[in-house]
């Protein structure tokens, strides 16, 4: 998350790397308004399976563009170049303040007992966050689409005598081989991609992707989906120009797209990792 902070504060908030709709173009000079960022991006460290059901108390946003810009102003004002003890407390302060309005509404109830004055007392009443236009569900998964992933794993699992001997080595994915470990992979996989559809919008969009190629953890788990959820429909992907060759091909359901391992250079073919995706929206009710 430290890292994602990072790209965030370098790519939005930093005026000279900021693009276009992002942010205005910010002089070093002029005092920036935490109004002038276009996009507020706000990052949670929270469990994917139950984001967006949490209380108003709850404590897990980390990091929010305007509260950032809000430490950038005060430290033009006082020639301050890094955030100290007592700045950092009043950003833990403010993002708590921010979760609270986020996660919670309040209503006026009020009470007429025993003739009295009416007296206003304000009820805060826990509700979920706002649903958003676009989800993406990255799933946890075997990773065996990977080279990456793959090779880490075996560097791990080899000896110090032959360490070095990948060609020898025939990699054991516990995640692909062991069927218990396969139904909490793909029990966690139906979590994760149910809580992604119930925090989207009507009319909205939901990426689901692995870089597996097990089909129990790709297509049967947007299938699953679909006949869970009544409102759940799949958008087709097509990708005309490098669709059809033995490295993009159609998933076993068909609208999905599978794309199969390539670690050949070539100008005319993909290189890069396996991978799957699906599109799915919801109806407008």
Known sequence: MNVCKSIVQKYLI????????????????KELSPQESVVNV???????????????DSDTLIFDSGVAIEDMIER?????????KSARGRERKRLRQIESLERCSSKKSKDNNNGDEDNDEEEVIPSNMR???????????????????????????????????????REDNLMLTDSNKLAELVDLQRKLIDNGFRNLKGGGTMVYSTCSLSEDQNE????????????????????????????????????????????????????????????ITKRIK
Not at 17 to 22: A, H, I, K, N, V
Not at 42 to 56: A, D, K, R
Not at 155 to 164: G, V
Request: with cysteine; charged share 25%; glycine share 8%.
């Open 76 to 84: 033009r004002r006082g020639k301050r170049k890094r955030m100290n």
């Open 220 to 279: 049967k788990i947007v299938q699953w989906l679909l006949q869970t959820h009544t409102d759940a429909k799949l958008i087709p992907i097509h990708f005309p120009t490098i669709q059809n060759t033995k490295f993009v091909t159609d998933g076993s359901l068909k609208g999905t797209i599978r794309f199969y391992p390539n670690l050949v250079q070539d100008a005319d073919m993909l290189l890069g990792d396996g991978f799957f995706v699906a599109k």
């Open 42 to 56: 706000q990052l949670y460290l929270e469990n994917g399976t139950t984001f967006g059901t949490s209380s108003c």
């Open 131 to 169: 649903l958003f236009d676009y989800v993406l569900v990255d799933a946890e998964c075997s990773t065996d689409g990977s080279f990456k992933h793959i090779k880490e794993r075996i560097k791990e699992s080899l000896t110090k005598t032959n360490k070095n001997d990948l060609q020898q080595h």
């Open 14 to 29: 930093d005026s000279e790397t900021s693009g276009p709709g992002l942010m205005h173009s910010v002089d070093k000079n």
